[in-house]
């Protein structure tokens, strides 16, 4: 394997992505949306039929006040999802904040863990911080927005595409800084 340090630490073979749920209780909960991000700005956003029994009060109150209604069901949510993506040889890798929730439910919507579009091991941008020295919570405290210059105000709190383009846009500024402070050009 060749070492190319330019393609040290980041990867644009990404889809950035963010799920909203009917509870965190991934035995009982089921996914209500999903936003999809490409690095080019593209971007997918679906709501699927779910069943209101599962909704927790918090989501309830938090998340759908911000769902427009007009939802699908998993099958055709599935089928839009693979002609979002493609069907290629290099399977783009899926990248949330923090995955573990997000991930199972998207393996749950494509029931067979081999046959989704995207690679097998999702990536969580909270590990990449971690990585770097920052604390992976930092994406709650406002002056870690101030460092990249983004304004959180353009983005709505709690709908799965308005977090996965915000963190398309703080992936990409970070990945400028690291990049810098590295040398890396």
Do not use: C
């Not at 494509?110 to 091991?121: E, Y």
């Not at 308005?162 to 400028?176: I, N, Q, S």
């Amino acid at each position: 394997m060749k070492f190319d340090k330019n393609n040290l630490f980041f990867s644009d073979n990404i889809i950035f992505f963010d799920t909203e749920f009917t509870n965190i209780d991934s035995e009982i909960g089921e996914i209500m949306s999903i936003g999809l991000v490409k690095p080019n700005g593209e971007e997918l956003y679906l709501e699927l039929v779910y069943d209101n029994k599962t909704v927790h009060p918090w989501v309830t109150e938090n998340v759908i006040p911000f769902l427009l209604g007009n939802k699908i069901s998993k099958e055709k949510a599935i089928k839009k999802i693979w002609d979002f993506i493609g069907r290629g040889e290099d399977k783009p890798f899926l990248m949330a904040y923090v995955n573990q929730f997000d991930s199972i439910y998207w393996y749950r919507l494509f029931a067979d863990p081999k046959d989704h579009p995207v690679f097998w091991i999702p990536i969580d941008f909270a590990s990449i911080l971690f990585a770097f020295g920052f604390n992976p919570e930092i994406m709650r405290v406002g002056d870690f927005f101030d460092w990249l210059d983004i304004d959180l105000q353009k983005y709505k709190k709690h709908n799965a595409l308005e977090d996965a383009k915000m963190l398309k846009e703080v992936y990409d500024k970070f990945k400028e800084k690291v990049l810098v402070s590295h040398n890396v050009e």
